[in-house]
């Protein structure tokens, strides 16, 4: 298992990919310092083998075309 400081920091376009998902809009000047955050955030998660770890519960499933979606009956 890699260490921390062997792992692929997030490139700006990969941070700016993860702005549009939230629909977050940052600064420009602001983006090397969330860049910096985000990947000392995530370094503990990058430590972690999840294969390893037994899941609890099933995948939270859902149906996209559920009885909310199109008209009402």
């Known amino acids: 298992m890699p260490d921390a400081s062997e792992t692929?920091?997030?490139t700006m376009d990969e941070l700016r990919a993860r702005m549009a998902a939230a629909g977050v809009t940052i600064p420009e000047h602001?983006?090397?310092m969330v860049r910096?955050?985000?990947d000392d955030a995530l370094a503990p998660l990058r430590t972690v083998d999840s294969r390893t770890i037994r899941p609890l519960e099933p995948a939270v499933t859902f149906d996209a075309n559920g009885p909310h979606v199109g008209?009402?009956?």
């Open 8 to 10: 692929p920091q997030l």
């Open 30 to 32: 602001l983006l090397p």
């Open 36 to 38: 910096k955050l985000l």
């Open 71 to 73: 008209g009402r009956s």
